[in-house]
């Protein structure tokens, strides 16, 4: 019988479409050989000793992709070529790995400015160079007009990590950490496409030099993008087959995040971030830990504790308990 199913806006906005189509097309692509970790941000290959690259970072290489389509391509606090570079030096470093180098290509819209086109590779230099992690490799295409809208980009990027910080580590008796205020880069785009006032710019920021502060003492580490913080909770829990509870008091958001969730009906839980990571970290050591990542963020904060049991849920201020579901329905589309 022929399958006439289509593709669906949906199964892009990272809540259960997501998954589902995601997980369908692991199924066709078996066989990962020698690599571990591929349901993970990165895929690990254990170097064998002696390696050449032991004093890189360690012996275990980390290899991650991602395509990026953004609407608008540029925004209070960055542009696509900012996320692009960002987005992929995260999915490293949220895995304990050290960037070491990174492959950019571009699809391009016959038609597209120059001077645009020049501003987002300039970005992406800006990143590279304060970073020190090079664009080694890549790919140009230009489409006729009307084939894509305006620029797509897709970064892949290699990184050498001698412990692997994977998001099934989570252990009952864990604090949650986040390193930040969180969504505000769903803020920033959501306010340029449908012209709100706001001071609020995107958190789009690499975050290697954030994490590998203090990842010795991660047991489990995401960064929250598509889906938002609903969505990377839900799998670390799922993953780890613990329960995560949250604390309201605690949740990392700012006011205008919360009002322009409320004015556009969108859950704040599945607001998209850029440059911030959730983490777990055992309880012994989750002061400290804050107390470093303040130095970057002053927002940094335990929000919450793991426990025996699964799912996500929220103790609200009047003690009473919400179950935090993965997003479902159509999410922001083209945010990241």
């Known amino acids: 019988m022929k399958n006439n199913k289509i593709i669906e806006l949906e199964m892009g906005g990272g809540g259960k479409k997501s998954e589902e189509l995601v997980g369908n097309i692991r199924n066709i692509l078996k066989g990962q050989g020698k690599w571990e970790n591929t349901k993970d941000d990165g895929a690990v290959y254990l170097i064998p000793n002696p390696s050449p690259y032991k004093g890189e970072g360690g012996n275990k290489l980390v290899f991650t992709t991602d395509a990026f389509i953004v609407d608008p391509l540029f925004f209070p606090?960055?542009?696509?070529?900012?996320?692009?570079?960002?987005?992929?030096?995260?999915?490293?470093?949220?895995?304990?790995?050290?960037?070491?180098?990174?492959?950019?290509?571009?699809?391009?819209?016959?038609?597209?400015?120059?001077?645009?086109?020049?501003?987002?590779?300039?970005?992406?230099?800006?990143?590279?160079?304060?970073?020190?992690v090079p664009i080694v490799t890549g790919d140009t295409?230009?489409?006729?007009?009307?084939?894509?809208?305006?620029?797509?980009?897709?970064?892949?990027?290699?990184?050498?990590?001698?412990?692997?910080?994977?998001?099934?580590?989570?252990?009952?008796?864990?604090?949650?950490?986040?390193?930040?205020d969180l969504g505000e880069h769903a803020v920033a785009l959501l306010a340029k496409r449908f012209n709100y006032q706001t001071k609020i710019k995107s958190d789009c920021q690499p975050l290697i030099a954030e994490i590998q502060s203090v990842a010795k003492y991660l047991t489990s580490c995401k960064d929250p993008t598509r889906g938002g913080m609903a969505a990377v909770l839900n799998e670390m829990a799922e993953k780890s087959k613990t329960k995560f509870v949250l604390d309201e008091k605690n949740l990392p958001f700012k006011k205008e995040t919360l009002a322009i969730s409320e004015l556009l009906g969108i859950d704040f839980f599945s607001f998209p971030s850029e440059g911030r990571f959730v983490a777990t970290v055992a309880k012994k050591d989750s002061k400290k830990v804050i107390k470093i990542l303040k130095k970057y963020n002053k927002s940094a904060r335990i929000i919450g504790e793991v426990q025996n049991g699964k799912?996500?849920?929220?103790?609200?201020?009047?003690?009473?308990?919400?179950?935090?579901?993965?997003?479902?329905?159509?999410?922001?589309?083209?945010?990241?």
């Open 77 to 132: 606090g960055g542009d696509i070529g900012k996320i692009a570079i960002c987005g992929t030096l995260n999915d490293l470093s949220v895995m304990g790995a050290k960037p070491i180098g990174l492959s950019l290509s571009i699809v391009i819209e016959e038609g597209f400015l120059e001077s645009d086109l020049k501003k987002i590779i300039n970005s992406i230099q800006k990143i590279s160079k304060s970073t020190g």
């Open 311 to 336: 799912e996500v849920w929220l103790k609200t201020k009047i003690g009473a308990v919400k179950k935090i579901e993965v997003p479902r329905g159509k999410l922001i589309p083209r945010i990241c």
């Open 141 to 180: 295409k230009v489409t006729e007009k009307g084939k894509i809208d305006k620029i797509e980009i897709t970064t892949s990027g290699v990184g050498l990590a001698s412990k692997i910080i994977s998001n099934d580590g989570a252990k009952a008796g864990n604090d949650i950490i986040v390193s930040g």
